[in-house]
T-cell receptor, first 110, second 113 residues
Framework: GQSLEQPSEVTAVEGAIVQINCTYQ??????LSWYQQHDGGAPTFLSY????GLEETGRFSSFLSRSDSYGYLLLQELQMKDSASYFC???????????FGGGTRVLVKP | DADVTQTPRNRITKTGKRIMLECSQT?????MYWYRQDPGLGLRLIYY???????NKGEISDGYSVSRQAQAKFSLSLESAIPNQTALYFC????????????FGPGTRLTVL
């Protein structure tokens, strides 16, 4: 079977840095995606790592270690608008089919 | 206009009723997906379609069926709704490729009484 583990909730203050870890166990692995979802909204794509290393997109960065079956999403210079749920998702096959983790709720306080 | 649309946005129905949720997209993507979301469980894949003639079951297909009427349309049906199918349902699309990116519709909140 497959499983993805990520913390259920993280709280931080504006301007801080938050790291959301994701560990996975899957049969077949092509890459790790990250999605953001605000309350009442749809998930939106943030990043995708197919190879080991760090991918940076503005204030957000994503890291992958295939040998450790581990990745993380780094949120820097936190803003109130970053309060949302963040999901890691494994791409397990050549198509774009994804298996999602349970999500991490990030609460940013003033 | 939104690239991926879902109708209805909200629906309340009774146990045993047949329900159809519809998804349309203008992104020109071949691949379409149906997910359900329950609190604390993330998104779980119900069915997916890689083109009009290709339909596949996902993790939790029991109690659901789908129809891919055209490249742009993918419908999800609950033949006989039950209360534990109360959830938020999302449709998504993706390109043929390797980006790990899917584009989600706004969701349908379904309540089965």
């Amino acid at each position: 079977g497959q499983s993805l583990e990520q913390p259920s909730e993280v709280t931080a203050v504006e301007g801080a840095i938050v790291q959301i870890n994701c560990t996975y166990q899957t049969s077949g692995f092509y890459g790790l995606s990250w999605y953001q979802q605000h309350d009442g909204g749809a998930p939106t794509f943030l990043s995708y790592n197919a190879l080991d290393g760090l991918e940076e997109t503005g204030r957000f960065s994503s890291f992958l270690s295939r040998s450790d079956s581990y990745g993380y999403l780094l949120l820097q210079e936190l803003q109130m608008k970053d309060s949302a749920s963040y999901f890691c998702a494994v791409r397990r096959a050549a198509g774009n089919k994804l298996t999602f983790g349970g999500g991490t709720r990030v609460l940013v306080k003033p | 206009d939104a690239d991926v649309t879902q109708t209805p946005r909200n629906r309340i129905t009774k146990t045993g009723k047949r329900i159809m949720l519809e998804c349309s997209q203008t992104k020109g993507h071949d691949r379409m997906y149906w997910y359900r979301q329950d609190p604390g469980l993330g998104l779980r894949l119900i069915y997916y379609s890689f083109d009009v003639k290709d339909i596949n079951k996902g993790e939790i297909s029991d109690g659901y069926s789908v129809s891919r009427q055209a490249q742009a349309k993918f419908s999800l049906s609950l033949e006989s709704a039950i209360p534990n199918q109360t959830a938020l349902y999302f449709c998504a699309t993706s390109e043929f490729g390797t980006s790990g990116e899917q584009f989600f519709g706004p969701g349908t909140r379904l309540t089965v009484l």
